[in-house]
């Protein structure tokens, strides 16, 4: 300190001062700092939520592996390619999640959330199962299915687990339960029209929508190939397949029963019905020349084998190559 020639310097008055102002501030500093370590103060605990006997912590290792934050937001972080994930499970529910993750590169439809809506761990986290009753409790799944179901999207269809996804929906279900004062703020991305998201033509609208068999035991008996379509439409099949020969991100179904196929490693092989129910269940098992592996999702856990075969029999109705 110093004070200027010839006037009055107070030189103990200011220490005192001083050191009372850094004790008061170090009194501060460690009273917050104890405050800080308090339980959480009414925030959601991620080791306190569960999803279906499924891990909240576990989910967000599972979503950091993925490198989900390289595409989404969440909790304000990440990045904006896709969207805000944070208040989701909220919005859409679980069992929409359920019908979404396995196969992403599709939008699920109402028939793949009834699916999901079968499982009772899947209904008592809904609160529900029934379908319409699921829908108005969750606006976001009604709308998503209503503008977009059956449709390809962009998010790319990651090779998750069973576990993987109850347990990312368990941490979904976290980040929808933390209160983030408002965050992400409205109006959120919801509603607002984007060229993808058009509406479905009545007719693929009808099917998306239509009730699949088992739900309709008393209902007039469908044709295997009907049945089939409406499975193939149902499963998001069709966004990746189309039922002439054009190729989509799968290869086209038209005349496919019958013919050879050359596979990526060279070979060929008979296309019969043996072949076609492999490539639902075990896409891997062979890929098809200019084509990548894990492209498509594996339908084993989501199709029984009659469905399995009904799909087979559509496609067989999609034209024969006679040898
Ligand atoms: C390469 C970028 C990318 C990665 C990585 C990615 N996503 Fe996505 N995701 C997208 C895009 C893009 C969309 C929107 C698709 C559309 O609108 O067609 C999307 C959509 C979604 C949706 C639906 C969102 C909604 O509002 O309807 C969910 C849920 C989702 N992703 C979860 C995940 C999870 C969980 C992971 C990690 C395991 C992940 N995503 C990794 C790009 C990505
Ligand atoms: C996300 C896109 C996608 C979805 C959804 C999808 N597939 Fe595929 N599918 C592919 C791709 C890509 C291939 C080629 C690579 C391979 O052989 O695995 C393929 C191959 C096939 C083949 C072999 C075709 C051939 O020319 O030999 C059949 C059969 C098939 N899919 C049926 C289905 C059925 C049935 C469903 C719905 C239950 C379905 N796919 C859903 C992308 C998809």
Known sequence: MSCKPGEPCHEGLKRRRALAVLGLMAILFVALSAVSFLDSRGQAVPSQVGYAGFDAVEGKRVFQSYNCMGCHTIVGNGAYFAPDLTKLYDKAGPAWLEAFLPSAGAWPTSG???????DPAIAAEAGTDDLDAYLEAYPAAAERIARRGGKATTMPNLPLTREEIGNLIAFLKYTSQMNTEGWPPTPAVDGLSFPQATPLPAALRAAATATPQEGAAAAAPVSAVAHGEALAVDNGCTACHATDRQRL???????????????????????????????????????????????????????????????????????????
Do not use: N
């Not at 086209?252 to 050359?262: A, E, F, H, I």
């Not at 070979?267 to 075990?282: G, K, M, N, R």
């Not at 492209?295 to 989501?302: E, K, V």
């Open 112 to 118: 793949a959330v009834r699916r999901h809506l079968q």
């Open 249 to 323: 991100v799968g290869p086209g179904w038209g005349g496919l029963y019958g013919s050879t196929t050359t596979l990526a490693d060279g070979s060929a092989v008979a296309v019969d019905e043996a072949y076609l129910t492999q490539s639902i269940l075990d896409p891997d098992a062979h890929i098809v020349a200019g084509f990548e592996p894990g492209a498509m999702p594996s339908f084993a856990d989501m199709l029984e084998a009659g469905e399995v075969a009904a799909i087979v029999a559509f496609i067989r109705s999609l034209g024969e190559t006679k040898p």
